[in-house]
Structures are given as C-alpha cells and as structure tokens.
C-alpha cells in the first residue's frame, strides 16, 4: 500500500490508462478528404459508379446461379453503397469546413486591404487637397501665359513710343539745323570736311 502511495505522485504526471489511438495529421488528412470530395463531385465519378452498378445487376441477374455472388435483392451492394455514403457524407462536411476556413481567412484579409485601401485613399485625398490650396498660391501655366503676353505688349508698346521719341527728336534737330542755316542757302553748297590724308 505504501509502495503504491510512493509511485502515485501528485507532482508527476500519471502515464495514461486504456488503448491509445494513433494521431492523426489533421491537415494531410484534410487534403485527402478534399480530395476524395472533390472526386466524388465529378461527373466521372458519377458515371463509373453508374457503370460498376450496372455491371453488377447485369452479373447477378444474367449470369448462371452459381456464379451469382450477390442475389435479386442485392443485399451486398446495398451494403456496399450505405458505407460508401456513411463515409462520404463526413468526408464531404470536412471538405466544406476546410474551404469555409479558408473563405473566412480570405475575407478577413479582403477587409484589411479593403481598410488600409481606404487609409491610402484618405491620405492621398488630403494630400491632393493641400497641393491645390498650395497651388492656388502657385503661377500657373495660364497665368505665366498671360503674364508674359502683358509684357511682351508692354514692350512693343515701349519700343513704339521710343520710337516716336526719336523720330520727334530727329525732327526737332532738322528743324535746328534748318533754322540756323541762312535763307537762300542750299544744303549742298555746304563745305565738306576733308578726309585725313587726301
């Protein structure tokens, strides 16, 4: 009695009791389920059970007595098809479990796109607002245009009056030079100034 006390020991974890179950991995299983539901949802599959279960009617009803392995009643095919649908149906939940998880993680990470999309968005919208409270302080190309255009007609009209300021100023001079000279004289009987050397 002592002895079992020493080796019941609640400090130590206690070794389990009755039949142990081989582990399973739950995610190769889960891809052989996939694939056995994604089979099963085929048409293929479909027609080469129609093909084997017509064989087999074909076999235990044509075929002579004594080969017949399964009679009229075909107790044995209907064995056969209600494990076939005791496995299938389990098979085929897990199959849409797994796929619901993934959709479930596919949206989760659709709406946190989606979020920092709409962050992005909001943040370029604010910044496109800003450029166009600062270019409001900016020259633009219109402007600059315009601008130039003023000045160049400025210009033109600058060099226009330059001009006519010369040209008045040639005239006054004309008129000096014509109200200096005596009356009666020709302007070309004025003497020339001799050139150095002739």
């Not at 009755?18 to 085929?42: H, K």
């Not at 084997?52 to 098809?81: K, M």
């Not at 330059?162 to 000279?181: G, I, K, M, N, V």
Request: hydrophobic share 40%; aromatic share 8%.
């Amino acid at each position: 009695m002592t002895e079992q006390r020493r080796t019941e020991r609640l400090d130590q974890p206690r070794v389990p009791r009755g039949l142990r179950l081989p582990r399973v991995d739950q995610e190769t299983f889960g891809r052989w389920s996939e694939g056995i539901a994604r089979s099963m949802g085929t048409a293929n599959f479909i027609v080469y059970m129609t093909l084997v279960i017509g064989a087999w009617f074909a076999w235990n009803t044509l075929a002579p007595p004594s080969w017949r392995f399964d009679p009229y009643t075909f107790t044995f095919l209907t064995l056969i098809l209600s494990i076939q649908a005791s496995y299938a149906a389990p098979l085929i939940l897990l199959a849409q479990n797994r796929q619901s998880d993934r959709d479930r993680i596919a949206l989760e990470e659709d709406r946190r796109r989606a979020t920092m999309q709409k962050a992005d968005t909001e943040y370029l919208a604010r910044e496109i607002a800003a450029l166009r409270i600062a270019m409001g302080e900016v020259a633009t190309r219109d402007f600059v245009r315009s601008e130039l255009a003023r000045l160049a007609e400025e210009l033109d009209e600058a060099a226009q009056r330059r001009q006519r300021r010369e040209l008045r100023q040639q005239e006054r001079e004309r008129e000096r030079e014509t109200a200096r000279r005596p009356a009666g004289a020709d302007p070309l009987d004025e003497p020339r100034d001799e050139l150095d050397g002739d």
